[in-house]
């Protein structure tokens, strides 16, 4: 006998399929890791899990799986899950906040009318204050080095009614992108930047059209690139979606003679370093010769709020300064309210340096979504300049810098790289002479374009770190930097055990700007690059007390990120 329900069923098939459909267990992706003999792959396989993306730079893949799956993947030894975690723009965060120069009174079109006015004056601030104007003339321009730029894609410049600013080509006309990925479409693609900030960030790095004075406005025109789109339309992507990219520069590195990635977008740790998938595979892009350079974040100016993948201590980690809108007075130049701080949350000092972030000028499709029809006050009288600030703009900066002193010497490791780019760095300091900021925001200082080129420094970067033990998951380490119980303030360790009283290595947490600063060679190193150490993170003298988990969670060894985990391109910012 058929019941009522089965002559539904036979009757309405479809309605009935329709129906299970429906009932379908709910799948969550996460990016699933085997760090021993099992493959990610065969044990998501194993359970009934749909594989989505092969990652095999952090030895796993992302996979849609159910609540069950996800229960028994855990249970199995040496395989770990990570949330696949939503990547998102900041400017859905900063959107609020507002739009002229803090402590200037200026208003947005007063801004706009400046920028229009002074377009070509304010984008090379940055690069006459880091030094790239003097390399320029003896003939640094990047040549022979390609850089990767993961991010929200490219504006395609060719043939555009105002193409004089191009980003496709060199300084001699000829193509300069070597290849293209994005994760969802494959290699060969064209990545389009429908959002805008990829194209900024990249003009920025290495567009060749000239300033007033007759000067590239990128810092290293002559750069090869390879673009990776991670970002969406809206500025959004996933923590695969990225690693993705990531493996993917992994893979042709060599093929493409990749010795810089610019990693301009930032997420807020949900994990140690060494097990946050991003972090994973840049520490593999590092060990493998690839320079990293990677946005400190737009999370500060409070302690602790330096972001993935800055966070990994390995990396250039890169704050922003502005120059408050006087190209032409330094004294009044200072860190970016914005700018994140460290220390990172293993005690690391980070940034590792700070480059001009504030109110930059780059490329920009003037149709892009969100950015240049969400703010068309920055958008410039010449329609394809978008003036914006943000850590991102001072990470591409640095990258440019790091394609002249690789130009200039390609023998250099990443290590070696960081070595030179830190101990050439200047120092901000007030008219008495002291630390007008502590390492927890400024690191080494302004980034000097032309004395790291000529530097000879060695032996001062990731000392007392081995990557491959990180990489391999056999000792993971922990930075000098440590906070008083009692009073809040940040301090570092020598490695004696003695806490370091000179001027600048004590923080309070405190913000001051627009004091009247100077950036002064060297300044803060007459101690050494100590706190560029790392310790053995088994030794436990600095976490038994486990006061630098001061946000009201305290990690453990899972690797599974809360559901809330959220990044993106580094990208709206207050105008500074």
Not at 141 to 168: H, K, M, P, R, Y
Not at 335 to 363: L, M, N, Q, R, W
Not at 533 to 557: D, S, T, V
Request: hydrophobic share 40%; glycine share 10%.
């Amino acid at each position: 006998m058929v019941t009522a329900v089965g002559a539904l069923c036979l009757a309405t098939g479809a309605l009935c399929l329709a129906a299970g459909a429906l009932a379908a267990p709910t799948t969550t992706s996460y990016i699933v890791e085997s760090h021993g003999p099992t493959s990610a792959a065969a044990a998501v396989r194993k359970v009934g899990g749909h594989v989505s993306l092969e990652l095999p730079i952090i030895k796993g893949v992302a996979a849609r799986l159910t609540a069950p799956q996800v229960d028994q993947l855990r249970k199995l030894s040496g395989v770990d899950l990570f949330v696949d975690a939503p990547v998102v723009n900041q400017s859905t965060i900063d959107a609020t906040i507002s739009l002229a120069p803090a402590g200037t009174g200026a208003t947005a079109a007063a801004m706009t009318a400046a920028s229009n006015a002074n377009v070509n004056v304010i984008d090379k601030y940055s690069n006459k204050m880091v030094g790239v104007d003097k390399l320029a003339a003896q003939g640094f321009f990047g040549n022979g080095i390609t850089v990767a730029v993961l991010d929200s894609g490219l504006w395609s410049t060719t043939g555009s009614s105002w193409g004089a600013t191009q980003v496709e080509t060199d300084m001699a006309g000829n193509n300069k992108i070597l290849a293209t990925y994005d994760p969802s479409a494959g290699q060969g693609m064209s990545v389009p930047d429908a959002y805008g900030h990829g194209t900024h960030v990249t003009s920025i790095i290495g567009s060749p059209t000239t300033a007033i004075d007759g000067q590239p406005m990128g810092v290293a025109p002559m750069a090869k690139l390879v673009l990776v789109r991670a970002f969406n339309a809206a500025g959004t992507g996933t923590y695969s979606s990225v690693v993705s990219g990531l493996n993917w520069i992994y893979s042709h590195r060599t093929q493409y003679n990749i010795r810089v990635a610019n990693l301009s977008f930032g997420a807020k740790p949900q994990s140690f370093y060494w097990n946050d998938p991003i972090d994973q595979a840049v520490m593999q892009l590092w060990q493998s010769g690839v320079v990293v350079v990677a946005s400190a974040g737009n999370f500060g100016p409070t302690a602790q709020s330096i972001a993935v993948p800055g966070n990994t201590p390995y990396v250039i980690t890169v704050g922003a300064m502005t120059d408050n809108w006087t190209p032409n007075n330094t004294a009044d130049d200072g860190i970016a309210s914005f700018s994140s701080a460290g220390p990172t949350y293993e005690g690391f000092v980070k940034p590792d340096v700070v480059a001009p972030g504030g109110h930059i000028v780059g490329i920009m499709d003037p149709h892009s979504m969100t950015l240049a029809t969400g703010h068309p006050q920055f958008v410039t009288s010449a329609s394809s300049l978008f003036v914006m600030s943000g850590t991102s703009q001072a990470a591409a900066v640095t990258t440019g810098v790091v394609a002249l002193m690789l130009q200039a010497n390609p023998s250099l490791t990443p290590d070696q790289v960081k070595c030179r780019l830190m101990a050439s760095a200047s120092s901000a300091v007030n008219a008495q002479g002291k630390a007008a900021y502590s390492i927890f925001q400024q690191g080494a200082g302004l980034v000097n374009a032309y004395n790291a080129v000529y530097s000879q420094a060695a032996n001062c970067a990731n000392q007392g770190l081995n990557i491959a033990n990180d990489v391999n998951m056999t000792a993971h380490y922990g930075g000098p930097a440590h906070q008083d119980a009692s009073t809040g303030t940040f301090y570092v360790l020598d490695n004696t055990g003695t806490r370091v009283g000179a001027d600048g290595y004590l923080w309070n947490n405190a913000f001051a700007k627009n004091q009247g600063y100077l950036w002064n060679n060297g300044y803060l190193w007459n101690n050494g690059y100590l706190w560029n150490n790392g310790y053995l993170w088994n030794n436990g003298y600095l976490w038994n007390n486990g006061y630098l988990w001061n946000n009201g969670y305290l990690w453990n060894q899972s690797t599974t990120a809360p559901a809330s985990a959220q990044s993106g391109t580094e990208s709206w910012n207050n105008q500074e």
